[in-house]
């Protein structure tokens, strides 16, 4: 059967399709080369003109879900109505609107990037998320600082440091997670709730904000995000 | 000539002796199975019956490391003459003093461990010192707060914040010494320092402490770091 002319736009993002779906089911390390070309049906030529390894096809996943999850988050990041405080709070409620509506893949993901063959995905995800972030993080500090609605002097290094916090919290949710699948939804949410408001603590008294001031999280939501 | 029969932990332990000393000497990537087969003088079988691959005896190098100086900061931190705040900064001093004494072995094992293709090692490293370190932290914080010198009402929650942003300090030390192996000492110094000061700022300042009550790090010591 001849094969269909399509476009290289078209052509690579199918084949970042099938790497994802195939990363996620099978995991990283499992998934080989062959599987991707074999999923999408492609020849080798063609997939090897689009990307030089699984590896630069794992950049490529990790980009494209970095890009995702941050086209939504950054308008919140821009709201002129809000000051810097604002922004940060925005993007939290944001982030937990997304974590609710998106759940169930959460949950799937979750579970398969904190597999061990999936480590280099998972880290691989994670740079290209901060190296998103930075800047966004970066901005809304800066401007903060500028204001003086909050104090970080070296708003880069400040928004590095919040980066680093937030990559406990998927480790915390992906604990949450399996306590609850476990059985022990109340621990579980417990765990989640605590670790969350100490991260909210931590960003407040990091920035020199009021205490309360940051709202990570909301009365419930640890429940309702593990229920869903 | 007949090989001498010798214990399995004597056996294991000569051969990340061995491994230890060629990965320092020529570095990781330059040293084969083979090579510490011949330095260690065993069969291949019998090296195959320890460690499954150069990987696994990377991990019992490291393993090691992070095991001899968790030992010697435990020390420190249970120094009843200080009190909690006292202690952290004690383990810090103490942190200071060993990445000078171990300078050019902690490069050779930053630049392997940084390596893409150790990404799954690294991941297991970290893992394995922050599970070690969780309870000596942890115990600091709790009589701390019992004490009043510092604030921490959920210690073992806030032990995991400091613990989750001092793996930032093993990546910022990795990119200092990749700018200044690139030849700027001092951007590479100026970076670090930054970067260590801005670390101790967020520890006074979530654990409630006075500011310059932290000494994460002291004048002049990322530059002879990177000169060590």
């Known amino acids: 059967m001849a094969r269909i002319k399509k476009s290289p736009e078209v052509r690579s993002k199918e084949l970042i399709d099938c790497a994802e779906r195939l990363f996620f089911q099978?995991?990283?390390?499992?998934?080989?080369?062959?599987?991707?070309?074999?999923?999408?049906?492609?020849s080798k030529g063609a997939f090897y003109h689009y990307f030089v390894s699984k590896e630069a096809l794992l950049e490529a996943v990790a980009t494209r879900l970095a890009k995702r999850n941050l086209e939504e988050l950054q308008l919140l990041a821009e709201d002129p109505s809000l000051d810097a405080v604002g922004q940060l709070n925005a993007l939290f409620a944001g982030s937990r609107r997304l974590k609710l509506e998106m759940a169930p893949q959460l949950?799937?993901?979750?579970?398969?990037?904190?597999?061990?063959?999936?480590?280099?995905?998972?880290?691989?995800?994670?740079?290209?998320?901060?190296?998103?972030s930075l800047p966004i993080i970066t901005e809304i500090l800066r401007r903060g600082h500028a204001q003086g609605?909050?104090?970080?002097?070296?708003?880069?290094?400040?928004?590095?440091?919040?980066?680093?916090?937030?990559?406990?919290?998927?480790?915390?949710?992906?604990?949450?997670?399996?306590l609850?699948?476990?059985?022990?939804?109340?621990?579980?949410?417990?765990?989640?709730?605590?670790?969350?408001?100490?991260?909210?603590?931590?960003?407040?008294?990091?920035?020199?904000?009021?205490?309360?001031?940051?709202e990570v999280t909301e009365p419930g939501f640890a429940r309702t995000f593990l229920q869903a």
């Open 107 to 132: 949950k799937n993901t979750f579970n398969a990037l904190f597999k061990p063959e999936n480590v280099v995905l998972y880290h691989r995800i994670d740079e290209a998320l901060q190296a998103a």
């Open 180 to 214: 609850s699948e476990a059985g022990d939804l109340d621990g579980a949410a417990a765990m989640l709730d605590s670790w969350m408001r100490t991260y909210g603590t931590a960003i407040e008294r990091f920035l020199k904000l009021p205490e309360g001031s940051i």
């Open 149 to 178: 609605a909050l104090d970080a002097p070296d708003p880069e290094t400040a928004a590095m440091m919040l980066l680093q916090l937030r990559l406990s919290v998927a480790k915390m949710m992906h604990k949450a997670l399996q």
């Open 26 to 42: 099978h995991g990283y390390e499992d998934t080989t080369v062959n599987d991707v070309i074999r999923e999408a049906d492609v």
